[in-house]
C-alpha cells in the first residue's frame, strides 16, 4: 500500500502547487509587489510550493556540443541498443575523427542515469561516448519479467558486444561489481569485446572495509525486513502495474534522512536567496535538487539481491559471487587495464572499499593497475565537479590512450 498511499498524497498536492504558480504569476503584475518586504516573502513562499514535488521522469542530458581540438562540435543522442530495462545510447558527434569508445555504466540507485551529465561531458572531448540509460521500471510492463542482479550483469556484456572490440568501460558507484563481474566472464570466454581498460569509481568491492552510514544500513536488518517494510507494487495507471518495485521516492527519502540537516539547512539558504532577490544563487541550489529529485524505481528482483549479494554479503571480495551458475573469478583478467579512483571524503562508499578491487584481480601486471585516492572530495566529486575535471578525468583518459 505505500506506493497507493504516496501516489495519492501526490495528486493531493497538485492542486495546492498550481495555485502557488497561479499566486506567482499573478505577484508579477502588481507593481512593485515584489518589491516591498511582504511581496519578498510570499513570492519566495509560493515558489518553494511550487517546487514541492518529485518528477519520475527522465530529465534531458542537455548535452548538445562538446569541445574537441579546440572547437565544439555538435552532439546528438542516438539509441545504439534497446533492452526492456536500459537503452544504450550514444552521444555521437559528426566530423570527429575516430576516438576511444568508452561505455559510462550508470548506477541504478533511484535516479536517472542524468546524474553522471558532467561525466559525460567531460569524457566527450576525447571519447565516443555511450552511457547505460536506465528506465524507470513502473514504466516497464510486467510481461518483459524480471530483473535482478543477474541480467544487469548480462545487459553489460550486451553493451560491449554492441560497441565491438577494443573499448573501455568506465562504472559508477554501485554497478562497479557488476562491471567487474561481466569483465571476468567476458575474459574467461575470451570475448572479443572484452574491454582494453576497466575504470571503476567510488564502487562498493569490498563493503567490509570501513562501512559508511549506507553499509551500516544495509546490515541493521535482515534481507526479509527490507522486503517486507521496502517493496511495493506499481498503481494501476502505469505501465508497469503489478510490477514489484523499490520506489525512488522511498531511496530519497532515506538518503536525504541520513543528511536532514544539510538538507534543511540548504532550503534555507534557497527561500532566503529566492526572498532577496538573489537568482543565481537559488539557480545552482534548484538545479542541483531538480535532478538530485528526479526518481526511478528499481525492480524489486535487482534491489533485494543487490543488498544481499553485495552490501551484505560481499560475495564479490569473498570470492563466492555466483552468475548464471558460473563462478566470478576476477584472477581470470589479464589484458584489462584496471583503474580505481575513490574520494577521500566519500561518506557513501569509503577509502578501501574500490581500491579492494586490486586484491582480487591478482593476475594483473603491475603495469595495467592503477589507484588513484583523489583529496578533498566526497562521493559525487569523483564523478563531478572541478577536481573531477581538472585532476581526476586526466588519470582516466591517460590510462584510455595509454591501452588503446
Known amino acids: 500500500m505505500i506506493y497507493q498511499a504516496y501516489q495519492n498524497y501526490a495528486d493531493a498536492l497538485v492542486p495546492i502547487r498550481g495555485m502557488a504558480l497561479l499566486a506567482n504569476s499573478m505577484a ?12 519578498r516573502k510570499a513570492t519566495a513562499t509560493w515558489q518553494m510550493t511550487a517546487r514541492a514535488r518529485l518528477s519520475h521522469d527522465r530529465p534531458p542530458y542537455q548535452i548538445v556540443e562538446a569541445l574537441v581540438d579546440h572547437e565544439m562540435v555538435p552532439v546528438r543522442e542516438e539509441i545504439s541498443l534497446s533492452l526492456p530495462f536500459c537503452d544504450l545510447l550514444h552521444f555521437a558527434k559528426d566530423g570527429v575523427e575516430k576516438q576511444p569508445r568508452i561505455l559510462v555504466v550508470a548506477p541504478l540507485s533511484g535516479h536517472f542515469s542524468t546524474l553522471l551529465r558532467h561525466t559525460v561531458q567531460t569524457l566527450l572531448s ?11 521500471a513502473r514504466n516497464v510492463p510486467v510481461s518483459e519479467g524480471a530483473f535482478g542482479f543477474d541480467d ?19 562504472a559508477v558507484c554501485q554497478p562497479c561489481v557488476q562491471a567487474l563481474a561481466a569483465v571476468s ?28 552510514a549506507v553499509n551500516e544500513l544495509a546490515m541493521s536488518k535482515p534481507i526479509e525486513w527490507f522486503e517486507r517494510n521496502l517493496i511495493a507494487e506499481v498503481p494501476k495507471r502505469y505501465a508497469g502495474a503489478k510490477r514489484r518495485v523499490y520506489p525512488g521516492f522511498v531511496q530519497l527519502l532515506a538518503f536525504m534522512s541520513m543528511n536532514a540537516e544539510k538538507h534543511t539547512e540548504t532550503h534555507e539558504k534557497l527561500y532566503d536567496h529566492l526572498a532577496n532577490g538573489r537568482e543565481d544563487e537559488a539557480k545552482a541550489i534548484t538545479d542541483f535538487y531538480d535532478e538530485y529529485c528526479a526518481v526511478l524505481d528499481m525492480p524489486a528482483e535487482f534491489y533485494i539481491e543487490t543488498v544481499k549479494t553485495v ?11 555466483v552468475v548464471r551458475g558460473r563462478k566470478i573469478d576476477p584472477r581470470v583478467i589479464q589484458r584489462t587495464a584496471l583503474l580505481t579512483v575513490e574520494g577521500e571524503r566519500d561518506d ?6 574500490t581500491a579492494a578491487a586490486h586484491e582480487i584481480c591478482a593476475s594483473l601486471r603491475p603495469h595495467l593497475r592503477r589507484h588513484h585516492l583523489q583529496a578533498g572530495v566526497g562521493h559525487y566529486g ?20 595509454a591501452t588503446s
Not at 348 to 353: P, T
Request: hydrophobic letters at 40%; one cysteine or more; glycine letters at 6%.
Open 28 to 39: 508579477h503584475t502588481i507593481p512593485g509587489f515584489r518589491l516591498t518586504y511582504t511581496g
Open 126 to 136: 576525447d571519447h565516443d561516448v555511450y552511457i547505460t540509460d536506465w528506465k524507470n
Open 152 to 170: 544487469y550483469v548480462d545487459y553489460i556484456i550486451a553493451c560491449l558486444e554492441a560497441l565491438g572490440p577494443d573499448s573501455h568501460v568506465l
Open 185 to 212: 566472464i567476458m575474459e574467461e570466454d575470451r570475448n572479443p569485446a572484452s574491454p582494453l581498460s576497466l575504470t571503476l569509481m567510488a564502487g562498493p568491492i569490498d563493503t567490509r572495509i570501513d562501512p559508511t
Open 311 to 321: 552490501f551484505q554479503d560481499a560475495l564479490l571480495a569473498k570470492g563466492e559471487l
Open 348 to 353: 557513501i562508499c569509503s577509502v578501501g572499499q
Open 382 to 401: 569523483t564523478f563531478s565537479g572541478k577536481r573531477w575535471e581538472r585532476q581526476i578525468y586526466p588519470v582516466i583518459k591517460n590510462l584510455v590512450l
